[in-house]
Structure formats: C-alpha cells, structure tokens
C-alpha cells in the first residue's frame, strides 16, 4: 500500500479527527514504511495502525475494530450536469440526427477501403501499379486498352560541322533546326 492509499483509509474509517490529522498519518506512514521504499507490507501497515491508536489516547484493539468494521474504500466522483444538445437526441442536426456518420457506405465496408497489399520499403506496392490501387480504392475500373503504334520512325539526328555539310545540310540549318 502507498501513502496514499494509506491515509484514504483513515479518511474512509473515520479515524481522522483533532487527534489524528492527515499531517500525522503522513508522518507514521513515513516512520513505518523502510527508507527507500514507496509501499509497505502488511505488518508495517499493522505498525502504522498502533501508531495511530498511541496518537488518538486509545486501545489498539479499537482502531483494528474501526478499520475492521468498514464498509472498504468509498468512492466519490463528480456527476456531470445535463448538456441540452449533448443528451437530446432531439436536438441533434445535420448528419447526426439521421444517426450519424457511417464506416459502410454503398454495401462497401472500410475493409475494402484499406490497401494492405505487399509493398516494398519505400511503400511502393509490388505485384500491381500504383494507378490501379488508387482508381480501386475511389472503385474505378480500370480497362487496359492496346495502344497501336503508327510506324513512323523517328529520324536519326544528323552530326553536325564538317560532315552535316557534305551530307547536304548546311550548318546554318542545323543551328537553327537544334534550337
């Protein structure tokens, strides 16, 4: 038991009085418990309670008999006061008075929403491209369509100077065709 819990239960049990203050059972719980410990055992706690029955002028037996005697700890907490739009759900607008927000929408549950496929260190998903992840968490279908190349091939840049002139071009229109 800590010192806390220690003077909660001469609070509890009612052994407080002009006798026996809060600053008097500080003082015997720091006498009873060892020098570096937090808690004590049970036969310090014993201790700590004849401590107590030589501070109030009274038998041992007595105090044993009030703490034996209670009902254990009593608990107080704050009740809080009523809120008019927190608990009338008649008050509530918006979203929340249709009951509220939804993780399911459209026979989607938020398990098809995530993307737990495999992705390497970097969170680059590996096995599928990125688009098709992202179009299939926004749920678009993606459709592959062949692209047909046209056969033009691109021409071959000419070299430039001497050879770009014996070859026909000039250097002027190389210069001007680069920019």
């Known amino acids: ?22 600053t008097d059972v500080d003082l015997a ?3 009873i418990k060892e ?8 036969a310090e706690f014993m201790a700590g309670l004849a401590l ?8 041992v037996e007595a105090v ?12 107080r907490g704050t009740q809080a006061e009523a809120v008019r739009f927190h608990d009338d759900t008649d008050q509530y607008t918006g979203v929340h008075a249709h009951g509220g927000p939804s993780t399911v ?48 091939k691109k021409g071959k840049k000419k070299a430039g100077g001497a050879g770009a002139a014996a070859a026909g071009g000039s250097a002027a229109g190389e210069a001007s065709g680069s920019l």
């Open 64 to 75: 044993h008999a009030k703490v034996a005697g209670s009902q254990g700890p009593i608990l």
């Open 29 to 31: 719980f720091s006498k």
């Open 105 to 152: 929408d459209a026979n989607q549950g938020l398990a098809n929403l995530l993307d737990r496929s495999d992705a390497d260190v970097r969170g680059v998903k590996t096995g599928t491209s990125v688009a098709a992840v992202t179009h299939g968490v926004a749920g678009i279908h993606l459709v592959e369509e062949e692209k047909k190349t046209t056969g033009v």
């Open 1 to 22: 038991m800590d010192g806390k819990g220690f003077a909660k239960v001469a609070k509890d049990t009612g052994l407080l009085d002009k006798k026996l203050t809060n």
């Open 52 to 59: 107590f029955a030589e501070k109030k002028g009274v038998g």
């Open 35 to 42: 020098r570096t410990a937090r808690r004590i055992t049970f």
